[in-house]
């Protein structure tokens, strides 16, 4: 009956419906369950396994696990309440009363009031709940003890007067037994129990109430007298501390004022040396600018002296030489113009003369008598006294009017005449010409080239020689030149 009573304390494991028989599974959370004594009741075996099967499953079941479940039949007790004597029921009940003692006065007043008034109240109330578990304890036992013999009687008389009869009927009165019995012990128990909680917590109550009322006026008093004496306590140390603040200021204020003139006087110096090197290097690196900048140009000035003198004035002298010779190739060719004239002139003459000798003839007059229809010397004295009569006209407007003119009588005598005198001689002319030209230039550029050599390399005498000496020498002093100032290179490389 104890068992069956505890049983309905226990919180059972809830299983899953589709693994509870099946073999190996949740095994080992079967066998854990099966330890710590946790089985699911009756009702929810039934409620899985269904009515049939839950039969079968009860009937393999030991005695002891079908007490666990909740299987077995259930005594019916007496049927009726038995009167039991106040005195009866008052055993085992301890009273609980106020305790008056003097330690209790001294509590009330005493600074360890609530150390004390702890340890009282567990004491007391450790004192009352091992009572009350002992009353209960003594009570269960009893009860058991009655039940356990009146179960034994009942079930030896029951075996013997229904042995004959059917197990149905055996079971039905066991269940209505075990029913009413622990319906009747469950309700005497739970009676037992709600008086006793109901005594213990108004005691309890009462003594909390007293207590607390104690307690919290003990300690407004203290409460007071330490709050007063933290705020003495607090302006006290707050006293010394701003004292104790206005010396260290007053110190710090001294020292902190000699330092900063200490490294104000030493910053002035130092930024007085500052300045003065600063100045001093100043003046040098203009004094190195400007030398630097006269050095520079000194040597850029030299430069444009041996570019101008090496190679501007070679470009010059070329030019020179090459307007000479244009000039003297002029010159030749007014002096061969000239003398072709003259010669064409003393042809035509002559050419003029005979034909005055046909015209006279063809006429049949007189020599001289003629002369009016062609005169050469006429003309040609009309021709000059015109052109003296005009302005000042250059050269080579002279040579272009004496051109015309012989072009003009050539168009109107010579025709169809050929000399081949006159082209041998113009081809003559002109080979000599040409070889004559070629002379001179070699002449000039041998005397230019001379010339540039000794200056540059600093001869005072033209050397005797050949055009590819002066050339080697003209060469070697370029070198020379090129090596001393790498930056002419560079400008006639670009």
Known sequence: ICNNFKMTSIQYHKMPKSSWLVPGGNRDQKHQLFLKKRFPMNSEIKKNLGGPLSEVFFSNL????????????????????????????????????????????????????????????????????????????QKEKDMVEKSKLLMEDTVKGVQIKMAEKNKEETKKAVNSLTKTFNAKLLETVLYVKQKMEQKFNEQLKETNEIMSQELE?????????????????????????????????????????????KAQQSFEHDLACIKTSMESEYVNNLIELQNKQFLDSHASKKEMELVFENWYMQELDKEIAYK????????????????????????????????????????????????????????????????????????????????????????????NMFYPTDLEENECSSSQKKTNTENIAQEIEIQRIANRALKVLGESKSPSGSLEEFTKKRLNSLQIIFAKYPSISNFFEK
């Open 324 to 415: 000479d010779l244009k000039i003297l190739d002029l010159e030749k060719n007014t002096a061969s113009i000239t003398e072709k004239t003259y010669r064409q002139e003393s042809k035509i003459k002559d050419l003029y003369t005979q034909f005055q000798k046909f015209i006279n003839f063809a006429l049949k007059e007189k020599p001289g008598q003629a002369e009016y229809l062609l005169s050469l010397e006429h003309l040609l004295n009309e021709n000059w006294s015109e052109i003296s009569k005009k302005s000042i006209i250059s050269k080579d407007d002279l040579i272009l009017e004496s051109q015309l003119i012989a072009k003009t009588i050539m168009e109107l005598i010579m025709k």
């Open 62 to 137: 030991s005695t002891a696990t079908k007490d666990r479940v909740g299987c077995l039949p259930k005594l019916h007790g007496p049927g009726k309440e038995l009167w039991v004597s106040p005195s009866d029921v008052l055993i085992g009940k301890p009273v609980v009363k106020p305790l008056y003692d003097n330690r209790l006065n001294l509590a009330r007043t005493h600074h360890w009031i609530m150390e004390f008034g702890g340890k009282k109240l567990k004491q007391i109330s450790d004192k009352h709940i091992k009572d009350l578990q002992d009353a209960l304890t």
């Open 217 to 261: 006026n003990a300690l407004k008093a203290k409460e007071k007298y330490l709050h007063k004496e933290y705020l003495f306590q607090l302006d006290w140390e707050k006293n010394i501390c701003f004292e104790h603040y206005q010396n260290q200021l007053k110190q710090l204020q001294k020292k902190y004022f000699h330092l900063l003139n």
